[in-house]
């Protein structure tokens, strides 16, 4: 059975996050072609919060439900988690809010699977395993590194190590054939270019301290999300109209920043960004515009995810402090990258692997500086604290 729900987990990422990644493609190219779409966010935000208010229910904790039931299966992952974080994603993204997409990758894989599970009758023991497959493939699927799927399964999910041990094969698995199913399905992921390590004393320098300043910028946003939320908490009415009141309100402030600033690079996923950081371009208005819109966007419950702002505020940090320091911002940009994932999910480890994947094995000895440097600097919170 841990064969065949292996694979079906597979199948279920690929398929899922295929289809998710296209999506998120032709939504951007319509918000990137139509600039005016971001005065619609707070509609769109005030719809999409009274939609979710009174039908989400559980679903609503999102990553932290499908961890929870690894931890603890119960009553399972709502199937309505699915189409919730699919289209909820799809919204965000066409108007313009500073989402991600592992998110809504993993959700979508979780709550397929669980809802299979759960159908076909299987123990406890092998729903958990199979969520923690889910992890695997959603995130190794989502972004085309299925070893840091892997890795980050077991990572995050912080069970026994027996149980670890238990759903390392059957992660593995969906991992990979995740993976596989979208390449096969001509999907393609962005390639990076493989670029030398430090070659002077500077350039180590520079990178303990971009690895030290992600960490402390991981451990802000967190604590900037937790205000938006408490303030979105503090508003009157029911628990819908509650949502709904500030989605459209920070849908309002995000349009405003936007339009103020001229700063449709951070909207969405800032891929633009990320492009031009990742070069070695240092963007200090970029990185002070990105978190504010991601803070706002997912501290009040847009859909979609943390992690790739996450990888577009670490590599603008990365290449700007470079700048400041007069040396390339090429891989400070790429070791901010992952070390910013990293320290705001808990997941040093997974960062490292995701290093090498993304950027070759010469990447190897200046994200093992990095990604550690970033996780001690963030201290204990994350964003998958449990519920």
């Known amino acids: 059975m841990n064969a065949a729900g292996a694979v079906g987990v597979a199948i279920v990422a690929g398929l899922g996050s295929a289809a998710f990644l296209l999506g998120l493609d032709r939504v951007t190219s319509i918000r990137l072609a139509n600039h005016w779409l971001i005065w619609l966010l707070p509609l769109a935000g005030g719809v999409m919060g009274w939609v979710l208010g009174r039908t989400s229910g559980r679903a609503a904790a999102g990553n932290r439900l499908v961890l929870h039931e690894i931890h603890q299966p119960g009553d399972g992952v709502p199937g309505r988690m699915a189409p919730t974080a699919f289209l909820g994603s799809m919204v965000t993204h066409l108007f313009g809010g500073s989402t991600g997409r592992e998110g809504a990758a993993i959700q979508i894989t979780a ?39 892997i890795v980050f399964a077991m990572e995050v999910c912080r069970v026994p190590a027996k149980q670890r041990l238990a759903a390392l094969p059957v992660a593995a698995v969906a991992a990979v054939g995740g993976h596989l199913v979208v390449i096969g399905l001509g999907v393609n992921h962005t390639s990076y270019s493989r670029v030398d390590g430090p070659s002077t004393a500077q350039g180590w320098i520079t990178l303990i301290v971009v ?106 940090s990365g290449s ?18 992952v070390a910013c994932f990293g320290a705001a999910t808990a997941a040093p480890m997974t960062a490292v692997v995701m290093g090498v994947e993304l950027f070759g094995w010469g990447a190897l000895a200046w994200v093992l500086l990095a990604c550690p440097l970033a996780a001690a600097a963030s201290g204990r919170r994350h964003v998958y604290e449990p519920l």
Do not use: H, N, Y
């Open 111 to 149: 709550a397929t699977v669980d809802a299979g599970s759960r159908w076909f009758g299987c123990e406890p023991s092998l729903r958990s395993r199979l969520l923690v497959a889910s992890l695997a493939g959603g995130f190794g699927a989502v972004f085309g590194v299925p070893v840091a799927g």
């Open 211 to 316: 690895g030290l300043a992600v960490g402390v910028i991981a451990r802000a946003m967190l604590e900037l999300m937790d205000l938006v939320r408490a303030g979105a908490s503090r508003l009157p009415g029911s628990a819908a109209r509650q949502r709904a009141t500030a989605m459209a309100v920070a849908g309002l402030v995000v349009a405003l920043m936007v339009m103020a600033t001229d700063g449709f690079r951070a909207t969405g996923l800032s891929l633009e960004l990320l492009a031009s950081s990742t070069s070695g371009a240092p963007d200090l208005e970029g990185l002070l515009l990105k978190i504010a819109l991601t803070c706002v966007t997912v501290g009040v419950g847009f859909p979609g995810g943390e992690v790739t702002p996450l990888f577009v505020i670490g590599a603008t």
């Open 320 to 337: 700007t402090i470079a700048g400041w320091f007069g040396t390339s911002g090429a891989v400070p940009a790429r070791a901010g990258f």
